[in-house]
């Protein structure tokens, strides 16, 4: 009798960090109504390979569901849609306002295109100006604009710290 079919398959995942590897050759197969455990080595679970795998598979989903929307808005899809120039100005984006914070890719994306529509009033090069801002704003603020907004203001909050609480020893452990 057949198996039931998958509805999460992950095959050969392989995964670096810089020069260490730290998955080579998962194979995952989640069928509807089990329940699967990675244990590593050291007796702890990898939840970093669903929080990595659920955010591609987020990822892939949004990026379908906007590519559809905008076809359906537009009637056609433009070359410059699919050009690597266009995956460079996301990158752009998410770096400008802050890569790891939650508004900084929004920031980001609006400051860009402020900047686009803005600068092609004057000039058809706004990708260089573009460009050479971001490389002082990378300069300047190393985690984007709202990182380091997040950053200053974190540290103009006042710390209160808590008073030390007192360690008390209520019972003493005796070797016989």
């Given amino acids: 009798m057949p198996s039931p079919p998958a509805i999460l398959q992950v095959s050969d995942l392989r995964m ?4 260490f590897r730290a998955l080579d050759g998962v194979d995952l197969r989640v069928q509807e109504g089990t329940l699967h455990a990675i244990i590593g080595p050291n007796g702890a679970g990898k939840t970093t390979l669903f ?9 892939c989903m949004l990026s379908g569901l906007a590519g559809g929307i905008s076809v359906a808005n537009h009637g056609f899809v433009a070359l410059d849609t ?3 120039s266009t995956s460079g100005l996301v990158v752009i984006m998410v770096l400008l306002g802050g890569m790891g914070t939650r508004l900084g890719p929004l920031v ?3 400051f860009v295109l402020l900047l686009r529509d803005f600068l092609s009033t004057w ?9 050479g801002i971001f490389a002082i704003v990378i300069l300047i603020f190393r985690q984007g604009i709202v990182g380091t907004l997040e950053s200053v203001l974190a ?3 006042p710390l209160v710290a808590a008073p030390p609480a007192a360690v008390e020893e209520t019972a003493s452990i005796s070797r016989t």
């Fill in 123 to 131: 000039t058809d090069a706004w990708g260089v100006v573009t460009g």
């Fill in 82 to 84: 699919v050009h690597w």
């Fill in 155 to 157: 540290s103009k909050r």
């Fill in 51 to 59: 929080n990595k795998l659920m955010a591609a598979v987020l990822s």
């Fill in 16 to 19: 670096d960090f810089g020069g």
């Fill in 108 to 110: 980001g994306a609006a």
